[in-house]
T-cell receptor, first 110, second 111 residues
Framework: EADIYQTPRYLVIGTGKKITLECSQT?????MYWYQQDPGMELHLIHY???????EKGDLSSESTVSRIRTEHFPLTLESARPSHTSQYLC?????????FGAGTRLSVL | QKEVEQDPGPLSVPEGAIVSLNCTYS??????FMWYRQYSRKGPELLMY????GNKEDGRFTAQVDKSSKYISLFIRDSQPSDSATYLC???????????FGAGTRLFVKA
């Protein structure tokens, strides 16, 4: 099982602000993922990483970017937030074939 | 057509009932099958994990996989109000990087 932490849990910001959602895991997992989840909808994969210095875009087009400089850290950045970015963002890390999720960040852009 | 189909519900049952949650899928390459439980405003937590076909039991929970029908099920016995949550099925092929999730079924267990 993984310990995976996301901060902040809730964020309300104005349009045009730059924000970074933090995700850290303590289990040394190489593979990490970011998902976007809207109420009653599937998890949409927006970014993933095979390991340090490896990042890929997922299935859902996203204006966010990610970095993976350290194994344990996989932050997601929005350069200029818009109301359409309002959603829940979930980070996960993978051990063998199982993904383990953080508690999520609920983002509201006004 | 989605790779994984899951009835969104909501499903409302009385306490003590047996609950059956289901997913169908189209990709015959899927070998790993998971069920996650997600409480409101929380991340999904792994509930059950099955490789290939067959049954797996853990306490009040039983997961079934029927690969010939491309159909998986999660049974909850003696359901409790604390079981009220959204249940997501998920599946993955061997060697694949991505896990495909269902949209989730919302379950309410009434006391």
């Amino acid at each position: 099982e993984a310990d995976i932490y996301q901060t902040p849990r809730y964020l309300v910001i104005g349009t045009g602000k730059k924000i970074t959602l933090e995700c850290s895991q303590t289990m040394g997992h190489d593979k990490m993922y970011w998902y976007q989840q809207d109420p009653g909808m599937e998890l949409h994969l927006i970014h993933y990483s095979y390991g340090v210095n490896s990042t890929e875009k997922g299935d859902l087009s996203s204006e966010s970017t990610v970095s993976r400089i350290r194994t344990e850290h996989f932050p997601l950045t929005l350069e200029s937030a818009r109301p359409s970015h309002t959603s829940q963002y979930l980070c996960a890390s993978r051990d063998r074939d199982i993904q383990y999720f953080g508690a999520g960040t609920r983002l509201s852009v006004l | 057509q989605k790779e994984v189909e899951q009835d969104p519900g909501p499903l409302s049952v009385p306490e003590g009932a047996i609950v059956s949650l289901n997913c169908t899928y189209s990709n015959s390459a899927f070998q790993y099958f998971m069920w996650y439980r997600q409480y409101s405003r929380k991340g999904p937590e792994l509930l059950m994990y099955t490789y290939s076909s067959g049954n797996k039991e853990d306490g009040r929970f039983t997961a079934q996989v029927d690969k010939s029908s491309k159909y998986i099920s999660l049974f909850i016995r003696d359901s409790q109000p604390s079981d009220s949550a959204t249940y997501l099925c998920a599946m993955k092929d061997t060697g694949g990087f991505k896990t495909i999730f269902g949209a989730g079924t919302r379950l309410f267990v009434k006391a």
